[in-house]
């Protein structure tokens, strides 16, 4: 969407190895992933890199810059400045749910179908748990927001594309033959 034809580079998976082969120029661009994101950017960038873009503010919001990453613009402001008009269209809404998704830390859902009694049970558990001081304290610390039903539907309905996205991805990755790991 951007005019840049990326070329994936598999096996960096933990962030040192990624932060690693940047440093190495090995590679172009990492994506960082985290709570330790803003900390991490003012170590690269005291080495002279720049960021490009952030994955936008929220779930609810992707189109506004995230406030803990000073001075980096969202996508959709970056595409803006680049092309001169907002991004649309179902490879943008494509682009979304993947950003949703790279947001999400954990999810834990029972399977379609599941019976009502066990929804019951499931959702009376979640209420237990989040009014337990303790997880609370333990999710502050670790910088989660766990989310309770019903908003955590509307969480994981941002993750889920609409077909044509889906087709509008799918045809993009099938283009581009190296994006597949061997």
Same mark, same amino acid.
């Given at each position: 969407? !951007?005019?840049?034809?990326?070329?994936?580079? #598999?096996?960096?998976?933990?962030?040192?190895?990624?932060?690693?082969? @940047?440093?190495?120029?090995?590679?172009?661009?990492?994506?960082?992933?985290? %709570?330790?994101?803003?900390?991490? @950017?003012?170590?690269?960038?005291?080495?002279?890199?720049?960021? /490009?873009?952030?994955?936008?503010?929220?779930?609810?919001?992707? !189109?506004? *810059?995230?406030? *803990?990453?000073?001075?980096?613009? *969202?996508?959709?402001?970056? #595409?803006?400045?680049?092309?001169? %008009?907002?991004?649309?269209?179902?490879?943008?809404?494509?682009?979304?749910?993947?950003?949703?998704?790279?947001?999400?830390?954990?999810?834990?859902?029972?399977?379609?179908?599941?019976?009502?009694?066990?929804?019951?049970?499931?959702?009376?558990?979640?209420?237990?748990?989040?009014?337990?001081?303790?997880?609370?304290?333990?999710?502050?610390?670790?910088?989660?927001?766990?989310?309770?039903?019903?908003?955590?539907?509307?969480?994981? *309905?941002?993750?889920?594309?609409?077909?044509?996205?889906? !087709?509008? /991805?799918?045809?993009?990755?099938?283009?581009?033959?190296?994006?597949?790991?061997?």
């Amino acid at each position: 969407m !951007l005019s840049v034809d990326p070329s994936p580079v #598999f096996g960096l998976s933990e962030p040192q190895d990624a932060e690693a082969a @940047l440093r190495d120029g090995r590679v172009d661009a990492i994506f960082l992933g985290g %709570h330790d994101v803003p900390q991490r @950017l003012r170590t690269l960038g005291g080495l002279g890199f720049v960021p /490009l873009f952030s994955l936008g503010g929220s779930d609810e919001d992707s !189109l506004a *810059a995230d406030p *803990a990453l000073d001075g980096v613009p *969202a996508f959709a402001e970056r #595409f803006r400045q680049q092309s001169g %008009h907002p991004p649309a269209g179902p490879l943008f809404a494509a682009w979304r749910a993947i950003a949703a998704a790279a947001r999400l830390d954990v999810a834990l859902v029972l399977p379609p179908l599941a019976p009502p009694s066990l929804v019951a049970r499931w959702r009376s558990a979640c209420e237990s748990a989040l009014s337990d001081f303790g997880l609370v304290s333990a999710t502050r610390t670790a910088q989660v927001d766990a989310v309770p039903a019903p908003a955590c539907v509307q969480a994981l *309905a941002r993750i889920n594309a609409d077909e044509t996205a889906q !087709l509008s /991805l799918r045809r993009w990755i099938a283009a581009r033959p190296g994006w597949r790991p061997t």
